[in-house]
Nanobody
Framework: QVQLVESGGGLVQAGGSLRLSCAAS????????MGWYRQAPGKQRELVAA???????NYADSVKGRFTISRDIAKNTVYLQMNSLKPGDTAVYYC??????????????WGQGTLVTVSS
């Protein structure tokens, strides 16, 4: 299995920046893609940004140009740099890893979530 531990959330004023980190352990060698999702109160969880094993990235339209996802494979860590934060970015942010079992099954691991609050 893969275990994920997130850090870096907190309270920030609108226009500010935060960087989230997510460290993977366990079967980290079997991870293909990693990403960040968020869930605001009363809303469904949504993809924020993802990075594939080859380095390709994709972003939600709402964060393009403001957020950057990156990955340090040697450290089994993925980062989300969030700039120009808006109150609408307030949510619990979850790290996700897509990895494969010994049998080739695609599995998902989730972090515990970290709260990001953006004040106006």
């Amino acid at each position: 299995q893969v275990q994920l531990v997130e850090s870096g959330g907190g309270l920030v004023q609108a226009g500010g920046s935060l960087r989230l980190s997510c460290a993977a352990s366990g079967r980290a060698f079997s991870i293909n893609a990693m990403g960040w999702y968020r869930q605001a109160p009363g809303k469904q969880r949504e993809l924020v940004a993802a990075i594939a094993g080859g380095g390709n990235t994709n972003y939600a339209d709402s964060v393009k140009g403001r957020f950057t996802i990156s990955r340090d494979i040697a450290k089994n860590t993925v980062y989300l740099q969030m700039n120009s934060l808006k109150p609408g970015d307030t949510a619990v942010y979850y790290c996700n890893a897509r990895y494969y079992s010994d049998y080739g099954d695609a599995l998902d691991a989730w972090g515990q979530g970290t709260l990001v609050t953006v004040s106006s």
